[in-house]
């Protein structure tokens, strides 16, 4: 019983983590200027943060703010901050960004 | 100082809201938020506005001391996101201070950090500052108190007095939930101490202005189409609301036996369409002065019939308002019946401003920005009456007949009118037996309740 609690504990804590890098992840992916981290957290970052704290919240109201949802809501905003820290300080990846070549009408011209 | 304002702060946060109800608590935590905002933002405290808005804050969280409802709990919410997202930009609108009240609640702290350390490392002349060394923090944390746990065991089995002494000291004080409320309190005081913006969204907010500006798509063909089709449109719909309010006037004129029975059906089918359709009437009005027609120089007829139109919605509005207290008198005050007049009284404001904005050619934002602090006071103001009590005084005293259940599944604010009603009125066993239980249980509530629960009834409690 407790190895079947342990996995599920393990499963549903990297599940979250899983949903939380990639969900952070996108919002460079989808941004207008990705490797610009300071355009990504002032335009990206606070909705982002107040929509998962929405959804915490009504995590927190459909348990009856039962202890368990308590810790969970806690250890998820944590690890959501956690997370952006390392994107926005230390994360060195550079993304690369699709622009469009214009094609040369003329290109042999001096 | 900051530090040790916070640091206490935390402490009375822990203090007042671990393993506690609502009741004087938050009055307390209200009055305590707005110190520390005024110790961190003392200029901001000479707006009127601000002091407005603190005031506002504070009266919420007073009447959740007299009378402790889910709405008063709202508008307490609603009230401190006002007030912090007011200091962090206070010309922005009312809805932008939401915004920024809630990102200011949740991020703050992790915001300005991130802002600052990007702000200095692009300064040069700043002095790179040294990274912390985990490893060695670590270290002598860690070392000396493995070593020290260990000789104290040594001595312990030395000497019996030491032994003694060290068996004496008893941490089982430590809360660790207190602790851990504490914490949560110092984390939500610094994100709150120094508001901070959503800088897109308050920074589009504070170039949009409210006057209407004339388009380089001005062409006066089109807007002669366009003002005739708007002429014939609201012509046509003021006609048909002046029949609408005769027949309607014949309808509440009529005998009143029918119309005592019909108002049930009547208000329930018939008041939601009213309320789209008014709903609609401010949409038509919005699309029709949407643009350059408010600058066409012929466009006077069609202003008055607009108008027009919104003057007799608002008649429309009376109308409700007279069929919904007609219905309030003959079956009773509920919720729903208050939750309509206060849209009614919405709905009124929101053809005021339509007129406003009609007249003095302003743009959609200006009503967007009006309205929201119409429905901001509205929320204030109805927080500050306890209808529980008014509605079960009403119903009891007033009103032709009621639904007895529900009085009695009303919030405990209603328990001491519905217990003096037993000395009143006559009343049927079973809801004499049902009333007796609840007060008995609310009474139980109030006796057992730690100070920071308290609520006005323990002092009425107290008295009697």
Known sequence: MLGLILIAIFFGVGFTFLILRISISSMFWFSKKPNDKMYV????????????????????????????????????YCFALLIWNFKLKHCKKTYTTTTRLIEQHHPNLP | MKKLALFIAALLFSTLFYDQSIGLNLFLFSILTVVILFINNKSH??????????????????????????????????????????????KS?????WLNGLYTTIAGFFHRNFALANTKSKDEDIEEKEPIDYLHWAKIILIPAVILITFIALYKEGNPVFSNIIDQIDFSFVNIQWLLVAGLGYYLFNNIYAPIEVEPATELDLKTENDLQKTSTFSLPKLKQENQLGVILISLLNALIVLYLITDVAFITSDFEIKASLFSAQV??????????????IMILLYVFRG???FYEQNKTLKRLAYTWIILNILLVFSITFKNSQYIYYFGLTYKRIGVLVYLILATIGLATTLLKIGSIKNNWYLFRVNT??????????????????????????????????????SDNNTFILNEQLNTKALDEEDVAQIKS???KYIYELRTSNWQELQYDNFKLNSK
Request: glycine share 4%; no cysteine; proline share 1%.
């Open chain 2, 438 to 440: 609840k007060y008995h």
């Open chain 2, 292 to 294: 350059n027609l408010n």
């Open chain 2, 268 to 281: 329930h089918s018939g008041i939601n369409a009213l309320i789209a359709s008014i709903v609609i009437a």
């Open chain 1, 41 to 76: 957290f002032k335009n990206q970052f606070p909705y982002y943060m107040m929509v998962l704290s929405a959804i915490l919240a009504t995590i927190l109201i459909g348990f009856d703010f039962a202890f368990v949802a308590s810790y969970y809501a806690l250890g998820v």
């Open chain 2, 45 to 90: 405290f000479k707006n009127r506005k601000t002091q407005i808005y603190s005031a506002a804050y504070l009266i919420t969280g007073l009447t959740i001391f007299f009378h402790n409802s889910t709405l008063s709990i709202i508008a307490n919410f609603v009230a401190f996101f006002t007030l912090i997202g007011h200091l962090s930009e206070t």
């Open chain 2, 373 to 410: 602090q119409a429905a901001f006071i509205i929320l204030i103001a109805s927080s500050t009456v306890n209808w529980d009590y008014h509605i079960t005084n009403y119903n009891f005293n007033y009103a032709k007949s009621m639904d007895f259940k529900y009085l009695l599944n009303l």
């Open chain 2, 93 to 97: 609108s009312i809805y932008i201070n």
